[in-house]
């Protein structure tokens, strides 16, 4: 850790590096479909992720880049996450960022969409997370999208839409190479 290390107080006890961290976890119980790290060895707040597309899903085979944000009040907030690789995708909008409910901030939704056991609560961790996420690419929820235009597409023209996912799925794969 650089000396000028974060301010370890504010991560409410959950410390990074020791044996409760994400990381740690994620070592100890590793899932398929994804791989996570740390951007930066000398910050503990900004994660890399590569998510493999689920299989049986038009995404499949995919390699989709994301980056995870935890806030100084984690694990109190959610993380925010956005995808660097362009994904076509209801539940993500355009600039790449990810609108899942697991990743809204605790509390009752004021438009009454969700129930407040189904956003942040501070018990979920990278990995129930991205098992969301994996989720979300298997089954969109066209009925509260991020992207409007990816759930209209899925919706009325799924020829097209599948079509955008294949190029998506493919210059993912020439990136990875």
């Known amino acids: ?66 980056h995870l944000h935890f806030p100084k009040e984690y694990p109190l907030r959610p993380p925010r996450m956005k995808f660097m690789t362009e994904i076509w995708h209801p539940n993500i909008e355009k600039n790449g960022d990810v609108c899942i409910s697991i990743l809204h901030e605790p509390g009752d939704d004021k438009y009454g969409y969700e129930k407040a056991s189904e956003r942040w609560l501070p018990v979920h961790t990278v990995e129930t997370i991205l098992i969301s996420v994996i989720s979300m690419l298997a089954d969109p929820n066209d009925e509260s999208p991020a992207n409007v235009d990816a759930a209209k597409e899925w919706r009325e023209n799924y020829a097209e839409f599948k079509r955008k996912v294949a190029r998506n799925v493919r210059r993912s794969q020439e990136e990875c190479m």
Do not use: C
């Not at 900004?46 to 995404?59: N, S």
């Open 1 to 66: 850790m650089p000396s000028a290390s974060p301010d370890r107080s504010s991560l409410n006890g959950r410390v990074p590096d020791s044996e409760a961290s994400p990381r740690n976890e994620l070592n100890k119980n590793p899932v398929e479909g994804f791989s996570a790290g740390l951007i930066d060895d000398n910050d503990i707040y900004r994660w890399e992720v590569l998510i493999i597309g689920p299989p049986d899903t038009l995404y499949e085979g995919g390699f989709f880049k994301a």
